[in-house]
């Protein structure tokens, strides 16, 4: 009884970072204050930055929103204002900004990119003639890379998609398909130098009332007309345009990658060749 009646509390007044010492019962009991208090703080710090994470992560949603909704009425960059352009390279600048200086992930950036808008002249100069010629129509208009299992540096894969019609003989939007294939080296974190290789039409797709004229529904299809149409759905015109001389170097251009997560890249022609705004796009058999 005497035991439990005299359980002292002793912690000197001016110093809790001590140990504190609690003897009920006899026992020794000792409470670290300041290993508690490290504790919450640790928690508390973790906690502040998950948080600041999850911000970050919703304020560059809003800034990539803000991005497309700035282009969405540019029909690609063909009638973009110098205002609109403005406004334009502002958000593109600030999304930039998220993981600027980060290294380029090959991985990440394999796959098919869909051109939502550019200020490049080689491209608007092809939606210009679709406004102008009647007969001519340009649809969609991608980049493919391959280059997922080019980590260790080896040459990737580039390939400028433009689909094409002309409505009075091919189907509609997708009647031909022009591809620009290039290969690409990693010259920095996020440069990519691009060597031309070929330019090629393909995917040939010829409109109803074409295939009636090579070969009539209302008549037996001869073994010719049959032919015919197999050779227009497979045709394939290829023009290299590599270097055909030692001396001579292959058309090429460095690109550079200023933004790329899983659904959106940005890119600029370095040199004045304009900008690009690319959203991930569903693979695409060529």
Same mark, same amino acid.
């Given at each position: 009884?005497?035991?439990?009646?005299? $359980?002292?509390?002793?912690?000197p007044?001016?110093?809790?970072?001590?140990?504190?010492?609690?003897?009920?019962? /006899?026992? %020794?009991?000792?409470? %670290?204050? +300041?290993? +508690?208090?490290?504790?919450?703080? $640790?928690?508390a710090? &973790?906690?502040?930055?998950?948080?600041?994470?999850?911000?970050?992560?919703?304020?560059?949603?809003?800034?990539?929103?803000?991005?497309l909704?700035a282009?969405?009425?540019?029909?690609?960059?063909?009638t973009? =204002?110098?205002?609109?352009?403005?406004i334009?390279?502002? $958000?593109l600048?600030t999304?930039?900004?998220f %993981?600027?200086?980060e290294?380029?992930?090959?991985?990440?950036?394999?796959?098919?990119?869909?051109l939502?808008?550019?200020? $490049?002249?080689?491209?608007?100069?092809?939606?210009?003639?679709?406004?102008?010629?009647?007969?001519f129509q340009?649809?969609q208009v991608?980049?493919?890379?391959?280059?997922?299992?080019?980590?260790? &540096?080896?040459n990737g894969?580039i390939?400028n998609?433009?689909?094409w019609?002309?409505?009075s003989?091919?189907e509609?939007?997708?009647?031909?398909?022009?591809?620009? =294939?290039?290969?690409?080296d990693?010259v920095?974190?996020r440069?990519?130098?691009?060597?031309?290789?070929?330019?090629?039409?393909?995917?040939? !797709?010829? !409109?109803?009332q074409?295939?009636?004229?090579?070969?009539?529904?209302?008549?037996?299809?001869?073994?010719?007309?049959?032919q015919?149409?197999?050779?227009?759905?497979?045709?394939k015109?290829q023009?290299?345009?590599?270097?055909?001389?030692?001396g001579?170097?292959?058309?090429?251009g460095?690109?550079?990658?200023?933004?790329?997560?899983?659904n959106?890249?940005? /890119?600029?022609?370095?040199g004045?060749?304009?900008?690009?705004?690319? =959203?991930?796009s569903?693979?695409?058999?060529?």
């Amino acid at each position: 009884m005497d035991r439990i009646a005299s $359980a002292t509390f002793s912690c000197p007044a001016l110093s809790m970072s001590r140990v504190c010492r609690i003897k009920p019962f /006899g026992l %020794n009991i000792k409470t %670290n204050h +300041r290993k +508690r208090f490290s504790c919450r703080v $640790a928690v508390a710090s &973790g906690e502040s930055t998950a948080r600041v994470v999850v911000d970050n992560e919703l304020d560059l949603e809003h800034k990539k929103h803000d991005l497309l909704r700035a282009v969405q009425d540019t029909q690609r960059g063909l009638t973009a =204002t110098s205002d609109q352009r403005s406004i334009i390279e502002e $958000a593109l600048v600030t999304v930039e900004g998220f %993981n600027g200086g980060e290294e380029i992930d090959l991985v990440k950036l394999d796959g098919t990119w869909r051109l939502q808008y550019t200020s $490049a002249p080689d491209v608007v100069v092809l939606f210009e003639a679709a406004s102008r010629l009647p007969f001519f129509q340009v649809g969609q208009v991608f980049q493919k890379f391959e280059c997922r299992d080019r980590s260790d &540096g080896g040459n990737g894969i580039i390939r400028n998609v433009v689909q094409w019609s002309l409505p009075s003989l091919l189907e509609e939007q997708e009647g031909a398909t022009l591809v620009v =294939t290039a290969k690409f080296d990693k010259v920095s974190s996020r440069n990519i130098y691009l060597q031309f290789e070929e330019i090629s039409v393909r995917n040939i !797709n010829i !409109n109803e009332q074409l295939q009636a004229l090579i070969a009539p529904a209302i008549l037996p299809r001869s073994f010719l007309s049959l032919q015919l149409l197999q050779f227009i759905r497979t045709f394939k015109a290829q023009i290299p345009v590599t270097a055909t001389s030692p001396g001579r170097r292959s058309v090429g251009g460095l690109y550079y990658l200023s933004y790329l997560d899983n659904n959106m890249l940005l /890119g600029r022609s370095v040199g004045g060749g304009g900008v690009f705004v690319f =959203t991930k796009s569903q693979p695409l058999e060529l």
